[in-house]
């Protein structure tokens, strides 16, 4: 083999290397990218999740106080239905 067939082979092997390294230099960022978000979404999940379970936690509680609020409401008024006859009652 000659020089000229020499130089032939090493320009084409570099010239493989720069293409072969163009096309997979953006492919290698593209995939550190993407792990970057599916890590962030993991995270972003989790959070939901939690929030969810203390949204739950805090219906409960709302529907609890509810509860109580309206057995109040009910005392209250009984109390002052009572208080009302028993005015009424001493009028007479």
Do not use: C
Not at 13 to 34: D, E, H, K, N, Q
Not at 36 to 51: A, F, H, R, Y
Not at 70 to 90: A, V
């Amino acid at each position: 083999m000659t020089w000229e067939i020499w130089i032939a082979i090493i320009s084409m092997i570099g010239a493989l290397t720069s293409i072969a390294v163009i096309i997979i230099r953006p492919f290698i960022r593209f995939s550190a990218s993407i792990s970057e978000l599916n890590s962030t979404i993991k995270g972003l999940s989790e959070k939901i999740q939690v929030l969810i379970q203390n949204s739950e936690k805090q219906e409960v509680q709302l529907l609890y106080h509810e509860k109580q609020l309206d057995n109040h409401e009910y005392r209250i008024k009984t109390s002052e239905e009572k208080i009302k006859l028993l005015e009424e009652k001493d009028r007479t």
